[in-house]
């Protein structure tokens, strides 16, 4: 079955720290990636995208995500945390065979501390 | 600059009512649809429409129905509203290509009693 896994339902990161966020997927062939931000009472904004090519992605807000076919991960990342950045993201993956199909993970809240 | 709209953005319902909510986009996208979301359980897709006159069911489309109004209009009916569908709904739209990121409204929380 085809999923997408957000293994941590919270993290927590100093402010000025480098962050992780961690995603895994399980689906066929070549997929399209995004990670998305949720703020408290607003709709989903999209951060950046893995088509194809370098396997780091740059996005808004500073973030970047590294994308290991392997290990079939796309971990999003930022150097140096902001209180702002605290927020609810979320990992999305659309299958190649079938481009009207999003499959989200469940999310990941990131609480950044002063 | 409004993206994708969203109307009501709250609503408190009793079992067995009905309700609709709207949603219009600006962008000329082709691609609309409409997720719930629920705690711990991420963004599960209920209908998409992948271009004016054509609906598709998604994961969990029970109980609900959609029309694709026009091109700029999709929206999303609970015919007899169950407590089971208290949730926050939002629409989306896609830009072009099957890359393109989505877009997504406000929300609609709705409350069913």
């Known amino acids: 079955a085809q999923s997408v896994a957000q293994p941590e339902d919270q993290v927590n990161v100093a402010e000025g720290n480098p962050l992780t966020v961690k995603c895994t997927y399980s689906?066929?062939?070549?997929?399209?990636l995004f990670w998305y931000v949720q703020y408290p009472n607003r709709g989903l904004q999209f951060l950046l995208k893995y088509i194809t090519g370098d396997n780091l992605v740059k996005g808004s807000y500073g973030f970047e995500a590294e994308f290991n076919k392997s290990q079939t991960s796309f971990h999003l990342k930022k150097p140096s945390a902001l209180v702002s950045d605290s927020a609810l993201y979320f990992c999305?993956?659309?299958?190649?065979?079938?481009?009207?199909?999003?499959?989200f993970g469940t999310g990941t809240r990131l609480q950044v501390f002063p | 600059n409004a993206g994708v709209t969203q109307t009501p953005k709250f609503q408190v319902l009793k079992t067995g009512q009905s309700m609709t909510l709207q949603c219009a986009q600006d962008m000329n996208h082709n691609s609309m649809y409409w997720y719930r979301q629920d705690p711990g359980m991420g963004l599960r897709l209920i209908y998409y429409s992948a271009s004016e006159g054509t609906t598709d069911k998604g994961e969990v489309p029970n109980g609900y129905n959609v029309s694709r109004l026009n091109k700029r209009e999709f929206s999303l009916r609970l015919e007899s509203a169950a407590p089971s569908q208290t949730s926050v709904y939002f629409c989306?739209?896609?830009?072009?290509?099957?890359?393109?990121?989505?877009?997504f409204g406000e929300g609609s929380r709705l409350t069913v009693l």
């Open positions: 999305a993956v659309r299958p190649l065979y079938n481009t009207d199909k999003l499959i």
């Open positions: 989306a739209s896609r830009s072009q290509g099957g890359a393109g990121e989505l877009f």
């Open positions: 689906v066929s062939g070549n997929p399209y």
